[in-house]
C-alpha cells in the first residue's frame, strides 16, 4: 500500500500498459535537454541577473494583441524592447496599455515562462520618467489578481511550451499571426 501512494491520484486508476504510455511520454517531454527538463533541473538555483534599466520605447512601433474581447483597453509591445535572456530565461519588454480615448499606461515587465510567472520592475510616469516599483514581486500568471495581460502575451508568442521563445524576430512573426489572437 505505501508503494501506491508514490504515484500520482490521476494514475493510480490507470491499466498498468496505460500508465506505462502515459509515464513514457511524461518522460520524454522532461527529458534531460528540453526546455521542461532545464526549467525544473535550474528551478532550486535559479537566480534573476540584474535587471537592465527600462529601454526607451516608441509607441508609434508597437505590435498591439488584445487581452480579451470584453476589454476596453488594447495592449501594445515595441518589439526594440524585448529582451529574451539566455541567462535567467526572464523575457523582459515594455507593454503599452491604452484605451480609446488614449489614456496610456506603460510598464516595464519581466515573464518567466518555465514557471508562469510576471513581474512588473517600473512604471512610466506621465511626466516622462520611469518609477521603479518597490520590492517587485513574481506573481503567477493564473492568479486572479495578477494582470491578464502578461498571461496573453505569453500565449501570443513570448512562450513557448514553458521555454522562452528563440528570438525577438520569432516572437514578433507570432504576434503578428491573427491566427494566434485568441489561440487560449
Known amino acids: 500500500m505505501q508503494s501506491l501512494q508514490k504515484i500520482p491520484a490521476c494514475l493510480r486508476f490507470l491499466p498498468a500498459g496505460l500508465t506505462a504510455v502515459v509515464l513514457a511520454i511524461a518522460l520524454n517531454t522532461a527529458w534531460p535537454g528540453s526546455a521542461y527538463a532545464q526549467a525544473y533541473l535550474d528551478a532550486a538555483d535559479w537566480k534573476e541577473i540584474d535587471v537592465p534599466p527600462p529601454p526607451a520605447f516608441d509607441v508609434a512601433k508597437l505590435i498591439t494583441f488584445e487581452v480579451s474581447s470584453n476589454s476596453a483597453l488594447t495592449y501594445g509591445v515595441d518589439p526594440a524592447t524585448v529582451l529574451i535572456s539566455k541567462v535567467d530565461g526572464v523575457v523582459r519588454y ?22 508562469g510567472e510576471a513581474k512588473t520592475y517600473a512604471r512610466y510616469t506621465p511626466d516622462g520618467r520611469w518609477m521603479s516599483v518597490t520590492d517587485p514581486k513574481w506573481r503567477s ?38 491566427a494566434l489572437r485568441f489561440a487560449d
Open 94 to 115: 515594455v507593454i503599452v496599455a491604452f484605451s480609446a480615448t488614449g489614456s496610456k499606461n506603460i510598464m516595464y515587465e519581466g515573464l518567466r515562462c518555465s514557471t
Open 141 to 178: 500568471l493564473f492568479d486572479v489578481s495578477t494582470p491578464r495581460h502578461p498571461l496573453r502575451f505569453a500565449r501570443a508568442g513570448a512562450c513557448d511550451s514553458g521555454a522562452p521563445v528563440g528570438t525577438v524576430r520569432e516572437l514578433v512573426a507570432k504576434l503578428k499571426n491573427p
